[in-house]
């Protein structure tokens, strides 16, 4: 950030009064910009013991496998943006199950938040950032192709839940609680 | 916004290609300025049956009472912006015990993420955001007096786990999933 939005004046990087973080303050109109993390939401879109990821057709991670999902607009609710990238993404419509997933990425300043989702339909198509669509069975899922760090601990933790209670009738129990948790950048983790 | 952030020129609104949004688009350096909800996180610092409330020193609703929360910084986590918030505004140490609500408001851009905490000991000061700092029982919070509708939302959720589940001790067992809710503004609300 170099100039101020409001008013084109260059922007100083400052501790404004009663506060104790650096900003960029317009020293002209005396706007303060303050710059928030990003949410993100997306789904696990579900069909019995299957699930729907989708091919990235852009970077970062093109050629990879991950759940629909991407950065949440205003006027809408984290449910609706995550139904609407599973339409933009996946030409999906689904119903929201639970709130899956809750992950902490304060490195690059993202919250992301996937929904447990059953498909609604079969009629599916690739959207515009997407090469490919396939339907996983949850015990063949391609954890070498996975696109993104977060992407990997909702699917593991989807699976938790499989692995520990199969219904007498041996169909998925998912996990009831969400995953709360924070990712650390790759040089920080043990 | 009016001028482009990054190199000060006049900004247009427009669909950038391959978007359906309209944003903020410089047309000199070709930066799209996109706009996103942002986080605000707070707890419910409880001590067995109370909870700790702070009375606002600032607008908006100076003098009403509301739960220690407030917009997430980037490089931190939500919990360790819950934790933040709930030392800057009450001077009190906690710690976070799980995630209990999770609500959406889009009319007004965001989302508020509270987590039930335990008060770690009893050494808390009112912040420069906060006239004054009370443990209420749960049986007699200030309903009349509470500063936001997602404060009453969270309040009520706890209380409805207390009605619903004494322990035979008599002890209050919470709710164990978190509420996840989209608030409406006051004109659409039924």
New interface residues.
Partial sequence: ????????H??ERKIPP?DH?PR?VCPNCGTI???????VAGTLPLLGNQILLCRRAIAPRIGYWTLPAG??????????AAMRETWEEAGARVRIDA?HA?L?I??I?Q?H?FYRATLLDQDWAPG?ETLEIRLFPLSCLPWDELAFPTVRRALEYLLRGEATSLTPQGAVRYP???L?E?LLPRSARP
């Avoid at 950065?71 to 609706?80: K, R």
Wanted: contains cysteine; proline residues 9%.
């Fill in positions: 950030m170099n100039f101020c939005s409001v008013c084109g260059p922007v009663f973080l960029y910009h303050y710059e928030n993390p990003r949410l950065f949440m607009e205003c006027n809408e609710s984290t449910l609706e709130l809750l902490d304060p490195h300043h919250v938040l515009a009831t609680l969400p709360v924070t």
